[in-house]
């Protein structure tokens, strides 16, 4: 089945350092990948989108790449902030079958 | 705030029971998700709605039934609670179906089973 793997171990770094997670998918090839924030107990919120074609896509702080050949995505936050602590998770849809299917995420905390 | 409401926010309740959990959509949304996160099992998809019709399913339980309404919000049902139904659950809403349509993600109902 399809699957979404990211870092199940929470990542910890210093201000101002640039965090990057990581998202590897199998068994399937999505035409794009979807990033979002969750803050503890709350919803998760879009980030940013990239297709297959773009390798890479930036807003303001975040940039993330898009390789099909190592099926994996990578999502960097430059400039970290204490405020940029929370879960992000990774995602695609099925097109077989529509369904959307989400990574587990992975934890960051920025300390100050 | 997204735009998607859910109710009730939390729900205390005891195996066996019954529960419904609503979703309003954002205005103009016609898609309508419903997700599970039980902490050992991440964010899970259960069912899309598009305008009042089923359109993918994912592992959702036969416990587990939801329908969208003609005024597009959303109900999940869930029957027969077992200890292992406690989680969030979360409503999302996209303006079509799309797949590369963004998810506005509701703020959650936390459902506890005891």
């Known amino acids: 089945s399809q699957k979404i793997e990211q870092n199940s171990e929470a990542l910890n770094i210093q201000e101002g350092k640039t965090a990057t997670l990581t998202c590897n998918y199998t068994?399937?090839?999505?035409?794009?990948l979807q990033w979002y924030r969750q803050d503890p107990g709350r919803g998760p919120v879009f980030l940013l989108l990239i297709r297959e074609n773009e390798k890479e896509k930036r807003k303001e702080r975040l940039k993330v790449t898009f390789d099909t050949t190592l099926k994996q995505s990578l999502f960097h936050i430059t400039a970290s902030q204490p405020a940029d602590s929370a879960t992000y998770l990774c995602a695609f849809r099925y097109t077989g079958g529509f369904k959307t299917i989400f990574g587990a995420g992975t934890r960051l905390f920025v300390k100050a | 705030d997204s735009g998607v409401t859910q109710t009730p926010k939390h729900l205390i309740t005891a195996t066996g029971q019954r529960v419904t959990l609503r979703c309003s959509p954002r205005s103009g949304d016609l898609s309508v998700y419903w997700y599970q996160q039980s902490l050992d099992q991440g964010l899970q998809f259960l069912i899309q709605y598009y305008n009042g019709e089923e359109r993918a399913k994912g592992n959702i339980l036969e416990r587990f039934s939801a329908q969208q309404f003609p005024d597009l919000h959303s109900e999940l049902n869930l029957s027969s609670l077992e200890l292992g139904d406690s989680a969030l659950y979360f409503c999302?809403?996209?303006?079509?179906?799309?797949?590369?349509?963004?998810?506005?993600f509701g703020p959650g109902t936390r459902l506890t089973v005891l």
């Open positions: 999302a809403s996209s303006p079509r179906q799309g797949s590369t349509d963004t998810q506005y």
């Open positions: 068994n399937y090839s999505p035409a794009y």
